[in-house]
């Protein structure tokens, strides 16, 4: 097995075994594009969407299958998730694409490509470092449509908590992963310890008003970490 494919069967047991709690978080995301669908003019013809970091897309292709998209475009920084995404949305009545790439790079592109009616991201924009976070809200904030939507699902920190402090509460939480092997649940930790910068709850928020952005949170999960906000053009 290569590296690849052991780290990516962990995260589908994570996943089968919802212990990042995707069911409720895909539940909110179906419902918040719901109530956003319903409050855009009628008729409103075309809906670009793109999925920042989309991996496999886990739980969403039921929902993208569903929404009367104009196009679907998939991307992530590793190329091997990408016919994996493909496969798993199947046959839509919308032209698709699977791009490798980055996405602060996405957001900052000069010049700015034709807006996004849509963004969703699921735990990806931890992997940014902290000041990145705030590069990308103002890059995205340039490539939405007026009247578009970021949906932004990933784990953030405890208000005023150390990544440190973070990263030993996530670890403590991971060792409770009981349907994971002890192996499994300590490359979980290896990699969380690694790549995961979660925001601060509320200096994120202020980053993104600055930014341009007005927040809701429009989901929590259980466990003081995963949550989902909602992010509009002010
Ligand atoms: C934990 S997986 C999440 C996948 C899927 N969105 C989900 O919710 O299950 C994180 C994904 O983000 C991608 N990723 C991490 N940093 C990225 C970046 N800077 N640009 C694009 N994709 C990135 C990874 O390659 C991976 O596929």
């Known amino acids: 097995m290569t590296f690849f494919s052991r780290h990516w069967s962990t995260y589908r ?41 989309c991996g496999d897309l886990s739980l969403l292709p039921p929902l993208l299958r569903r929404l009367p998209l104009a196009s679907f475009t998939g991307l992530d920084l590793n190329g091997a998730v990408l016919p994996l995404a493909n496969a798993a949305l199947g046959l839509v009545p919308y032209p698709c694409q699977f791009l490798e790439g980055d996405l602060l790079a996405w957001a900052e592109a000069e010049p700015p490509e034709p807006t996004v009616d849509l963004l969703l991201s699921s735990f990806a924009i931890h992997h940014l470092q902290e000041p990145d976070k705030g590069r990308f809200l103002r890059g995205c904030r340039r490539r939405i449509d007026p009247d578009g939507l970021l949906l932004w699902a990933d784990v953030f920190r405890a208000p005023g908590e150390s990544r440190d402090t973070y990263v030993a509460r996530y670890s403590a939480r991971v060792h409770g992963w009981s349907p994971l092997e002890q192996e499994r649940q300590e490359e979980v930790i290896t990699h969380l310890s690694q790549w995961d910068h979660p925001a601060d709850p509320e200096a994120i928020v202020s980053q993104a008003e600055a930014a341009g952005w007005q927040w809701r949170w429009a989901w929590q999960g259980q466990h003081q970490a995963e949550a989902l906000a909602a992010l509009t053009p002010a």
Not at 14 to 21: G, K, P, S, T
Not at 29 to 39: E, M, N, P
């Open 13 to 53: 047991q994570v996943l089968e075994h919802d212990l990042m709690e995707h069911s409720a978080l895909t539940a909110a995301i179906t419902q918040t594009i719901g109530g956003w669908l319903a409050q855009r003019a009628p008729g409103t013809p075309t809906l670009h969407a793109l999925d920042l970091g």
